[in-house]
């Protein structure tokens, strides 16, 4: 079954600590994508890549880094300088303009 | 001006009402228009795709593109209580692996 797989579903981040998400597809899609999801703010893009060993920042890309080593991953880490990290946390991919395929998400929280 | 406007809701209708939900956006060069359904706390799921202006039906569902309005909708007819969710309108230029651009959804409740 050919999909979008994310994981922890949650984290639990403690102040100053990193924390990375794990986005991986099996789908062979050129594209992948990551987004925050807050309550009334829609979907803000945090990083994308096109290809292998390339990304870009998007919108809120502050307190994040990823990598793009493998076509199939693409995980996220969020700093210690993301002052407000707590939000729902998309992964996505796409081949050509056929619309994204969206993972189930990982939901962190600050403790 | 935002690139995409999406009405903010909550909405609430009775089971079997028809839904309209729309979207307006700014860019003439959107090409490809989809619509997303997120169940809570699950990742969006691609519902309906078009590409440029028409309409296209699936089911209980017909999508709906303006592009002279620079307008979109969304009809579900005999609304179920399964489609209870939130609602996100999505667009995108031509050019392999762009990215979209959302509308910041809303929140449909069909009440039984």
């Known amino acids: 079954d050919g999909g979008i797989t994310q994981s922890p579903k949650y984290l639990f981040r403690k102040e100053g600590q990193n924390v990375t998400l794990s986005c991986e597809q099996n789908l062979n899609h050129d594209a992948m ?3 925050r999801q807050d309550p009334g703010q829609g979907l803000r893009l945090i990083y994308y890549s096109q290809i292998v060993n390339d ?12 990598s ?6 693409f995980p996220l880490t969020v700093t210690s300088a993301q002052k407000n990290p707590t939000a729902f946390y998309l992964c ?5 303009n056929y ?3 969206f993972g189930s998400g990982t939901r962190l929280t600050v403790v | ?34 619509w997303y359904r997120q ?32 307008y979109i909708s969304l009809f579900i007819r005999d609304s179920q209580p399964s489609d209870s969710a939130t609602y996100l309108c999505a667009m995108t230029l031509t050019g392999a692996n762009s990215k ?12 039984p």
Do not use: H
């Open chain 1, 68 to 73: 793009r080593e493998k076509k199939e991953s």
């Open chain 2, 100 to 111: 979209l651009t959302f509308g910041k959804g809303i929140t449909l409740s069909v009440r």
């Open chain 1, 33 to 35: 994508y990551w987004y």
């Open chain 1, 99 to 101: 619309g994204y395929t």
């Open chain 2, 1 to 34: 001006q935002k690139e995409v406007e999406q009405d903010p809701g909550p909405l609430s209708v009775p089971e079997g009402a028809i839904v309209s939900l729309n979207c307006t956006y700014s860019n003439s060069a959107f090409q490809y228009f989809m």
């Open chain 1, 92 to 96: 996505a991919s796409m081949q050509g």
């Open chain 2, 39 to 70: 169940y809570s706390r699950k990742g969006p799921e691609l519902l309906m795709y078009t590409y440029s202006s028409g309409n296209k039906e699936d089911g209980r569902f017909t999508a709906q593109v303006d592009k002279s309005s620079k």
């Open chain 1, 55 to 66: 990304f870009q920042k998007g919108d809120i890309a502050e307190g994040y880094s990823v």
